[in-house]
């Protein structure tokens, strides 16, 4: 049973910066498929990036320029590095995994994943 765990949240002002990071355990081959998600107030969820175990990576286009996935295969870690933030960036981001092989245009795909963590909030105010 794979179990994320996110940390890194918190409050900053618009242009400001943060890292979340996921941690990964029960899967030491670690996960094919690592995607960040986001959840506004009143929102539907989204995905925001995917990286792959293989070095693919994917954005959504709002944070295309601005946020930077990454991840320690051999930590089995994610990270999402996040730059000039914006008050249309708060909400609660979650960490997914899946162990199936996906087509790398899907990965952002809420339907794709079968494991999911809590989630830590990031709040952007202007």
């Known amino acids: 049973q794979v179990q994320l765990a996110e940390s890194g949240g918190g409050s900053v002002q618009a242009g400001g910066s943060l890292r979340l990071s996921c941690a990964v355990s029960?899967?030491?081959?670690?996960?094919?498929?690592l995607t960040w998600f986001r959840q506004g107030p009143g929102e539907e969820r989204e995905g925001v990036a995917c990286a792959s175990k293989a070095g693919n990576t994917i954005y959504t286009d709002s944070v295309k320029g601005r946020f930077s996935i990454s991840r320690d295969n051999a930590k089995n870690t994610l990270f999402l590095q996040m730059n000039r933030l914006k008050p249309e960036d708060t909400a609660m981001y979650f960490c997914?995994?899946?162990?199936?092989?996906?087509?790398?245009?899907?990965?952002?795909?809420?339907?794709?994943?079968?494991?999911w963590g809590q989630g830590t909030q990031v709040t952007v105010s202007s």
């Open positions: 029960g899967d030491t081959a670690g996960p094919k498929w």
């Open positions: 997914a995994a899946t162990r199936d092989s996906i087509i790398v245009g899907s990965c952002l795909a809420l339907s794709q994943y079968s494991y």
